[in-house]
DNA sequence: TTGCTAATTAGCAATTGATGCAGATAAGGT
DNA sequence: ACCTTATCTGCATCAATTGCTAATTAGCAA
């Protein structure tokens, strides 16, 4: 995602105004590696700006998503996570903690059994125990 | 997922009964390929046994998982879909029919970005098109 | 067979995440 | 400053799933 300036032009070149709610979920999106839900960026923006309505995080992650500057992945916590990295990357959710982290995968693995069948995009989804949780399992 | 006949011992064996509404599921299930849904279950149920519930659809469906019989995936779709192959393997999911199909990955991908992880489990989800839905659009 | 009892079913309420809608408000070009 | 149009907020709605409970029934035992 681009930063928070170049994001005001270009809501503003694209027929988009640049409100003050939305510069705010502009700042907090912005180098946030946290996949954040809606809601969690909800509650962030309420801290800074009391009064700012959810239906308006959910516009504005649609908006952005849209112009292709954040992506929404699924990870079975049961709501959509925002991810202002596009990169080409897939995800690690640790069973412990429900934190998601950016993993990096060099090369497309071998498939079978998908004969007639032309793949656009794949995502990984690795589940398992971050760091700080597996040290909290081993001091118990 | 074992075979109806299968299946009816060891939910007796778990002090879990054997209706006729599990029956049919078990019969739904056995084999079935399609990734279903809990509502297309329910109506291919319904066309079988009218009046059966969706809330007892969920129910087994969940005994079912709970056993290791099936797992439940999500692919993005909204709903939860039902496996009875629980066999390690991935999906790869057409973007113009929705239909989900089986695929085999040979070995792991060597990742980036994943120090102090340890994967316990990976789920890869492949999107694109079927061939099916590749000749259609050709065919337009 | 018959009876007992715990498991199950069906129906409906409640929950959650997300989207539809509309009147009040404000951005931003003129 | 003014006007047009996008946006904001609050609330209704929706879809998928789970919670709850009275009525039913499977399966064991007498
Ligand atoms: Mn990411
Ligand atoms: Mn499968
Ligand atoms: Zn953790
Ligand atoms: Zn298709």
């Known amino acids: 995602m681009r930063s928070p300036e170049e994001l005001t032009v270009a809501f503003r070149s694209a027929g988009l105004k640049v409100t003050p ?18 809601d969690s960026l909800h509650s962030a923006a309420t801290a800074v700006m009391p ?5 308006t995080v959910y516009q504005t992650l649609t908006d952005l998503a849209e112009m292709g500057e954040l992506q929404s ?5 049961g709501s959509l996570r925002f991810d202002p990295n596009v990169s080409d990357h897939h995800h690690a959710v640790c069973d412990g903690c429900g934190d998601v982290h950016d993993v990096y995968v060099s090369k497309a693995p071998v498939l079978r059994g998908l004969d007639d069948f ?14 700080a949780c597996s040290a909290l399992v081993a001091t118990k």
């Not at 032309?118 to 760091?131: E, F, K």
């Open 21 to 38: 709610q939305r510069q705010l979920l502009f700042r907090l999106l912005h180098d946030n590696s946290s996949h954040p839900t809606a």
């Open 51 to 55: 009064g700012i309505s959810l239906r």
């Open 73 to 77: 992945i699924e990870v079975g916590s």
């Open 118 to 131: 032309s793949v656009s995009d794949a995502h990984i989804v690795y589940r398992g125990q971050c760091g």
